[in-house]
Nanobody, 128 residues
Framework: QVQLVESGGGLVQAGGSLRLSCAAS????????TGWFRQAPGQEREFVAA???????????YYGDFVQGRFAISRNSAKNTVYLQMNGLKPEDTGDYYC??????????????????WGQGTQVTVSP
């Protein structure tokens, strides 16, 4: 089992920044995919970003089309934590942000069904 705990959400004005963290504990993977998804009230959960990583280094990153260079996903292997740096926030970025992870090979990072473990979410509110 893997436990994921998100943190870093909050209230910010439009144009501001937040850094979300996703700390993993429990069973250790040697390779994995960790993604961020978000869900606005009344909307479906949508893909934000993902990072494909391994213990031997190297990483690939993926982003939702709406990100347009504003967000950056990264991973600190020593802390087993994935970060989502969000800059230039807009009111439409408001929602609950969830991280998820899997060790399955061939994972499509944008697919919610690909992930085995999910965190409880952290709320992001962007005021106009």
């Amino acid at each position: 089992q893997v436990q994921l705990v998100e943190s870093g959400g909050g209230l910010v004005q439009a144009g501001g920044s937040l850094r979300l963290s996703c700390a993993a504990s429990g069973r250790a993977f040697t390779v994995g995919v960790t993604g961020w998804f978000r869900q606005a009230p009344g909307q479906e959960r949508e893909f934000v970003a993902a990072i494909v990583w391994s213990l031997w280094g190297g990483a690939g990153t993926y982003y939702g089309d709406f990100v347009q260079g504003r967000f950056a996903i990264s991973r600190n292997s020593a802390k087993n934590t994935v970060y989502l740096q969000m800059n230039g926030l807009k009111p439409e970025d408001t929602g609950d942000y969830y991280c998820a992870t899997t060790s399955k090979s061939g994972t499509i990072p944008q697919a919610r069904a690909a992930y085995d473990y999910w965190g409880q979410g952290t709320q992001v509110t962007v005021s106009p």
